[in-house]
């Protein structure tokens, strides 16, 4: 159905790794998480977002600059009911959040379709619309593997009790020094910024 559509969803090996690890940094009781299958759309229309403090999507994102509603952050195609898979921006501005922090692991997640007079309008604009604080948004295709790491330390960070803003910039500074040369270039780290408030 997306490959028709130019879309090509291939799998992400290294998101259940980032998934198990940001939530192994809290207590059961703290977290709850969704992988594969459980992580469709209608189990997250489902959740009281308005309880959620920090909301993380490991995934792929589709962007759709030419009209910009039917970008999206992908979500499980496996048996979606009712649902397509894709949380689109329209049905994020219809979300009821009150989340910190909003973290949309994938690629080019913060880019979109320049309107005159509105801005850009994505998926940031869209999550901070429905009630997120912050974003954290990627500008560019990004690498599986490498943004696994990153993400690990970006979450550490916050844990050691780093707001969101020093947090991505300690976890660009460990990649900087990263035992992996190949990291240490800013294609791996630099695409990570926070909109929203400090």
Not at 139 to 154: G, N, P, R
Request: net charge positive; charged share 20%.
């Amino acid at each position: 159905m997306y490959a028709a559509g130019g879309i090509r969803l291939e799998r992400l090996p290294n998101t259940g790794e980032e998934v198990r690890a940001i939530a192994g940094l809290f207590p059961s009781e703290r977290r709850r998480t969704r992988t594969r299958a459980e992580a469709s759309e209608a189990s997250l229309k489902a959740e009281n977002l308005t309880q959620v403090g920090r909301l993380h999507f490991a995934t792929h994102a589709v962007l759709d600059e030419r009209a910009p509603v039917r970008s999206g952050v992908v979500l499980s195609l496996v048996n979606p009911g009712q649902e397509d898979g894709i949380l689109r921006t329209n049905e994020i501005f219809n979300l009821e959040l009150d989340a910190d922090l909003v973290v949309l692991s994938a690629c080019q997640t913060g880019l979109g379709a320049l309107v005159r007079g509105e801005g850009i309008m994505g998926l940031t604009r869209a999550f901070l619309y429905a009630g997120a604080r912050r974003v954290v948004v990627s500008l560019w295709e990004v690498s599986d593997l490498s943004t696994t790491e990153f993400m690990k330390s970006f979450y550490q960070s916050m844990r050691s009790g780093n707001n969101p803003g020093a947090a991505l910039r300690q976890a660009k500074l460990a990649m900087l020094r990263s035992a992996a040369p190949l990291y240490r270039h800013p294609y791996f780290w630099a695409p990570f910024v926070q909109v929203g408030a400090e």
